[in-house]
């Protein structure tokens, strides 16, 4: 019997595929660890956000992202790393700006 936890926000369409949003595991008493799976821009019905809009796009994801974290009582400011994949370099400083302005200070670390 696994002691990991499936976090399926409310918010999130039901993957389609064998995998969870996130991942809650426990480390020691009290304490856990969450694996957020990748995310992209889409809402509850499986629709894509922001077509065309990169910036859109990003903050679509983020949003996706703070759900999982909301569902385990957590923030984007409990990040400690992010991995964003840019299909089009062009795109880079709409995105950029996107994650500049989410993320707190001092930011997790990051590849873009």
Known sequence: ???FTAVQPPEH??????????????????????FISGQVASDAEGRV?????????AEAVFANIEAVLRS???SLADLVSVIIYVTDIANF????EVR???LRDPPPASTL
Do not use: E, H, W
């Open 72 to 74: 385990c009582n957590g």
């Open 1 to 3: 019997m696994s002691a």
């Open 100 to 102: 500049n302005r989410v």
């Open 49 to 57: 956000i922001g077509v065309g809009d990169p910036a859109r796009q």
């Open 13 to 34: 369409t039901l993957p389609i595929g064998k995998y969870s949003p996130g991942i809650l595991a426990p480390f020691a008493p009290g304490k856990s660890l969450l």
């Open 93 to 96: 400083a709409a995105i950029s």
